[in-house]
């Protein structure tokens, strides 16, 4: 009689990259926690009041700088978003770049 192999023949199976639960069936059936949902409602009734407080403290004259920009900076992130970040790229003495594509087949 033999012995059996270490995994008796049987693999284990990864479930699909980007999608592990079968069509209908939820990652999470419980839902969100209710708790995280009375955070987010409390914090949401103070806005009023932590928007006036930041347009005070960015019209304050005797308020540190640091302060005062950092109060009108987030006013202005909620008001009309956070400011894209653009980057330029250019080649040497800012000539634009080339793009050089090689495919690679394997043979047949």
Do not use: C, Y
Request: glycine residues 10%; aromatic residues 2%; positive net charge.
């Amino acid at each position: 009689m033999t012995e059996p192999t270490a995994n008796s023949g049987k693999q284990r199976r990864k479930p699909p990259a980007g999608k592990p639960f079968q069509k209908g069936q939820s990652g999470n059936p419980s839902g969100r926690p209710k708790a995280l949902k009375e955070v987010v409602e409390l914090a949401r009734s103070h806005t009023i009041t932590a928007i006036e407080a930041l347009a005070q403290i960015a019209g304050k004259a005797t308020a540190p700088e640091s302060a005062r920009v950092s109060a009108a900076n987030a006013l202005l992130d909620r008001a009309w978003g956070k400011a894209k970040e653009t980057v330029e790229i250019s080649g040497q003495d800012g000539a634009p770049l080339g793009l050089v594509v090689t495919v690679v087949r394997p043979s047949e």
